[in-house]
């Protein structure tokens, strides 16, 4: 179990990543080797176990989850909804709690690190509007390639349309940084939000019973 503490920790800047075992044993600012899954898991689906195999398929090393409580764009996760993502992972796959929501962040967190993640959120991360200015844009991947880190894009169907890697305008410099997800490997047409809405579509309404 997460405790309040461990969480404020995490988002005071105390503790950059708490790392929960299958077994759920802690480990403070200790990831495990491998690369890193980052992502809201709301919730955690057969998209997401895919694409870390594939990653495995392709790098022989471990992929691992994290879990970021503090989001960019929705702010900070509740102590509750923490805990009930995390419990998604109980006995099966290592999750990593962290509040660094930008690349840059991550890439100070988890020097050395491979990222992995889907079409729509690298056409974010190599959007120059994402970081106010181009210049700033370019500014971040300087940081990530010192930080010595990558990234393993898969991709998705969108509008109708399969977008890969080879789609996006990569940041100029930097296109080595970028790693496809062949479609062989991995493709999961897919979203957490589709899964969402049909389980609300499931959830019996007792409003009037």
Same mark, same amino acid.
């Given at each position: 179990?997460?405790?309040? *503490?461990?969480?404020? =920790?995490?988002? @005071?800047?105390? +503790? ?12 403070? =600012?200790?990831?495990?080797?491998? *690369?890193?899954?980052?992502? #809201?898991? $709301?919730? %955690? ?27 960019? =764009?929705?702010?900070?996760? #509740? ?6 993502? +995390? ?9 990593? %709690? ?42 971040? &991947? ?5 930080? $010595?880190?990558?990234?393993? +894009? ?7 349309? &399969?977008?890969?890697?080879? =789609?996006? @305008? ?6 080595? %940084? ?18 969402? #809405?049909?389980?609300? #579509?499931?959830?019996? $309404?007792?409003? $009037?019973?």
């Amino acid at each position: 179990m997460i405790h309040a *503490a461990e969480l404020a =920790d995490i988002l @005071n800047g105390r +503790v950059g990543s708490l790392t929960i075992a299958p077994d759920g044993t802690l480990r403070i =600012d200790d990831p495990p080797p491998g *690369a890193i899954f980052p992502g #809201s898991f $709301n919730p %955690l689906h057969e998209g997401h176990i895919g694409l870390q195999r594939a990653v495995v398929v392709m790098t022989g090393q471990p992929v691992h989850f994290e879990l970021t409580i503090r989001n960019a =764009d929705k702010g900070e996760l #509740s102590l509750a909804e923490i805990e009930r993502r +995390v419990a998604q992972f109980r006995g099966r796959y290592y999750v990593i %709690l962290a509040a660094a929501p930008l690349f840059v962040q991550k890439a100070r967190l988890y020097p050395g690190r491979a990222f992995v993640l889907g079409y729509d959120t690298a056409l974010r991360l190599v959007s120059p509007t994402y970081y106010g200015s181009y210049e700033a844009m370019q500014a971040a &991947f300087a940081a990530i390639a010192a930080a $010595n880190c990558r990234f393993f +894009v898969a991709g998705r169907l969108i509008d109708g349309r &399969f977008c890969t890697l080879a =789609d996006l @305008n990569l940041p100029i410099g930097y296109e080595k %940084l970028f790693i496809p997800v062949p479609e062989h490997l991995f493709r999961r047409d897919i979203s957490s939000t589709e899964l969402r #809405s049909r389980e609300m #579509s499931d959830t019996p $309404n007792t409003t $009037n019973r």
